[in-house]
């Protein structure tokens, strides 16, 4: 999986008035934060935003299938991912629209618990 920075670049740019979006390379994509929350992961493909259960209903409306992935042993597995709808790609209105949704769901998800380091 690969993604394009000019990508990551408008989402950043038109996330503006909302935080500030950071990005971490990903196994060859880009997971995307707004002000330290995760949101959206970027890939060859396009933007995929996180969602959950309160915004599963909307995505669905809007016929954005999940994110999936092939693992090493074939199976293919979702993840919480939903395909941008193709109007955020040249409206940075519905990309905050869009992206909104996963940033909530971003900040709905339980935190994981740091380690410990063992004395």
Request: hydrophobic share 40%; charged share 30%.
């Amino acid at each position: 999986m690969a993604f394009d920075q000019g990508l990551v670049d408008w989402i950043a740019e038109a996330m503006e008035p909302i935080g500030n979006v950071t990005m971490r390379k990903m196994m060859g994509g880009a997971t995307l934060y707004c002000d330290a929350t995760i949101f959206a992961i970027v890939s060859d493909e396009g933007a995929w935003f996180k969602s959950d259960a309160v915004s599963d209903a909307e995505w669905d409306e809007a016929g954005c299938p999940r994110f999936t992935f092939t693992m090493g042993d074939g199976r293919v597995d979702t993840m919480n991912y939903r395909r941008a709808p193709d109007d955020v790609y040249d409206d940075a209105e519905e990309l905050r629209r869009w992206a909104s949704l996963g940033l909530a769901a971003g900040q709905r998800a339980p935190r994981k618990a740091k380690a410990r380091k063992k004395p």
